[in-house]
């Protein structure tokens, strides 16, 4: 039975649980993982200074998601009460000569804990560094090559790793599946197991002979592999354990002769310095770092053997994620319920922003095959602009490279909503051609591309008047006989 607890009198039960999973770790992670149905969630009993007991222990409910369809489903990530001793920070580091009774009577003193009898031989743990009660704890336990225990809220350092209580893994009796790992990185061979096991202890038949003490396995204690088909046969501690509550059946074990092999499948540092935990999580070839503030602000990154993800989160529910896999990367930032993203396939890369800024030289090739367009500061070259609006002044003809006064333009330019046009030939300081835009009137004036333009026509709302002189000895006019006197000669 699961049960939510404040100091030591229990609040309520928690019902329908569909799977408990406790991973223990000797002298590391303690973790509980529950799934459960329920037609009101307990929330309001998750409060800080509660706790579930499970498993006769107790965790401390770090994580809760809840939803529901037709009823409330909740998941909840819970740590051992222990880890309330990272909150004990020694930030100048940590040195003390003592026997383990010493040092733990220091550890826990002020804390929620009460140190049991832990008889053994005197040591110096010396540690330079900042660090906690937590990771003292851990330290002086492998030091000595003795276990933690956890009674309730009393802890102890025993020495108890390696009691053989006759327990076999075999293959064809209670063995699922077994995993050889031989490690020689470190220039030392290491060799450990993962096995899945059948706990006949659970089994009504193994009870009613009266076999399942026979068959209890705890963490620590030395068992015997047996497997056939793989040419095992050896006596190892168990230094890890992962099995569910509910179902009760099936475990998984990690066993190594070496302590520190365990860290090859499954390694937690707990380090929390100034409101900080951090932690590593080495689990079936994954590796999961994690960093967080008492607050909410967190770090985290996945690797497995196919993809890496980072993430990073605020308190405020903003975020940043990056995800690598062989054939994509994609990148997510959330700030203020708005998002942008960045995703790279092999075929496209898909940019969605509220807002793109590029700053450099910028080259697009393959555009369609149909060349390459290039943006160096305010200049754009490329063969063809396709577009409704297109703001400038200055708008050119075909380069080209024999020229020595370059290409001509059309330049648009005026003050308010009024448009002036003037046509440019190329190393012309004067357009040749020009359009005035007045209030009233438009003025059209021509010149030679040196000198200043002069105005032969004003034209306005249904009138055109020539300026200047005009030569008609060369052109043929026709209709002027049908205009008054006073019209051809004005």
């Known amino acids: 039975m699961l049960r939510i607890l404040n100091n030591g009198n229990v609040l309520a039960d928690l019902d329908n649980v569909t799977s408990a999973k406790i991973k223990k770790i000797i002298n590391g992670v ?36 809840n939803g529901h369809k037709d009823e409330i489903s909740y998941s909840m990530e819970c740590e051992h009460v222990s880890y309330r001793l990272i909150r004990k920070a020694y930030q100048d580091g940590y040195v ?44 002086t336990a492998i030091a000595l090559n003795m276990e933690i225990k956890y009674d309730g809220f009393t802890i102890s350092i025993v020495d108890e790793i390696g009691t053989n209580r006759g327990y076999e893994v075999r293959f064809g009796k209670n063995q699922q599946s077994v ?63 992962e099995y569910d509550l509910i179902t009760k059946r099936n475990t998984r074990l990690d066993i190594s ?84 993203a960045i995703n790279v396939s092999p075929e496209t890369v898909a940019i969605q922003a509220n807002r793109v800024a590029i700053s450099g030289y910028v080259t697009f090739s393959n555009l369609l095959e149909e060349g390459q367009t290039v943006i160096n500061g305010a200049n754009i070259k490329t063969g063809k602009i396709d577009a409704i609006d297109i703001y400038g002044s200055k708008f050119y003809g075909p380069y080209d490279p024999d020229s020595t006064y370059g290409p001509g333009y059309i330049k ?43 105005s032969f026509l004003q034209t306005g709302a249904g009138t055109a008047s020539p300026q200047g002189s005009w030569n008609f000895s060369n052109a043929t006019v026709t209709g002027l006989d049908s205009l008054t006197t006073t019209a051809k000669y004005a």
Not at 99 to 117: K, M, N, Q, R, Y
Not at 205 to 230: C, Q, S, W
Not at 268 to 280: G, K, L, M, P, Y
Not at 434 to 446: A, S
């Open 257 to 340: 002769s070496k302590m520190e092999a365990i860290a090859n499948t499954i390694l937690a540092i707990q380090n929390d310095v100034s409101d900080t935990r951090a932690s590593i999580d080495i689990t079936n070839g994954t590796i999961e770092l994690l960093s967080e503030s008492v607050d909410g602000n967190s770090a985290a990154i996945t690797v497995a053997n196919d993809s890496i993800e980072s993430l990073v989160t605020s308190t405020d529910e903003n975020y940043s994620l990056i995800q690598q896999q062989a054939d994509m990367i994609a990148l997510r930032v959330l700030k203020d319920g708005i998002i942008a």
């Open 412 to 454: 648009v330019s005026g003050s308010g909503n009024f448009a002036d046009l003037q046509l440019y030939r190329g190393g012309g300081t004067h357009p040749v051609f020009k359009i005035m835009d007045y209030p009233y009137y438009r003025d059209w004036l021509c010149g030679n591309g040196s000198l200043t333009p002069t």
């Open 179 to 241: 995993t050889k790992h031989i490690d020689k990185r470190s220039g030392e061979t290491k060799v450990h197991y993962e096995v899945d096991v059948v706990l006949l202890a659970e089994s009504d038949n193994y009870k009613k002979l009266g076999y399942a003490e026979l068959e209890r396995l705890e963490l620590g204690d030395t068992i015997r592999l047996i497997d056939e088909p793989m040419n095992i046969d050896t006596l190892q501690p168990v230094m890890a354990l």
């Open 96 to 139: 003390k000569t003592g026997s383990p009774d010493e040092i733990l009577a220091e550890l826990l003193g002020g804390t929620d804990f009460t140190p049991g009898s832990s008889p053994g031989p005197t040591i110096t743990i010396n540690i330079p560094e900042a660090t906690n009660a937590y990771n003292i704890l851990i330290r």
């Open 30 to 65: 303690y973790t509980l993982n529950i799934e459960a149905f329920e037609k009101n969630l307990k929330s309001q009993f998750f409060e800080v200074d509660n706790y579930i007991e499970a498993d006769g222990t107790y965790f401390d409910v770090v994580y809760i998601q």
